[in-house]
């Protein structure tokens, strides 16, 4: 099934959509040997997709996880926090953290504690 370039190497974990846009944009992303462009599709099935003359491995895919989590006031619900306070990531084992591309689905302020 096609999907936009930029999709896929979100959702494979390459990059967020925007730096997966950024790369394509810088003529980093190949399909079957041909720049990509903005906004084209491919199939990761059939088509051959490189990153910096790198090939990306359908089989090399993360798998979906999916966490439920309380979120303590005081925690930030975002991934990259700038003032070093706790984020939602820390409360999470390292097992987890490692190797993950973990996305809070949602954005809630520093002291709310529900969704």
Wanted: glycine residues 6%; proline residues 5%; charged residues 25%.
């Amino acid at each position: 099934m096609e999907e936009r370039v930029q999709k896929i190497l979100s959702e494979w974990g390459i990059a967020s959509r925007r730096r997966a846009e950024a790369m394509i944009l810088a003529g980093r992303v190949q399909c079957n040997g041909t720049v990509v462009k903005l906004g084209q599709k491919a199939d990761p099935g059939n088509d051959t997709i490189k990153v910096d003359g790198k090939s990306i491995q359908p089989a090399k895919r993360p798998k979906l996880v999916y966490i439920l989590l309380h979120k303590p006031a005081g925690v930030v619900s975002n991934c990259n926090e700038h003032q070093w306070r706790t984020t939602v990531i820390d409360l999470l084992t390292p097992e987890i953290q490692i190797d993950q591309l973990i996305h809070p689905v949602v954005r809630l302020d520093v002291d709310t504690t529900r969704a």
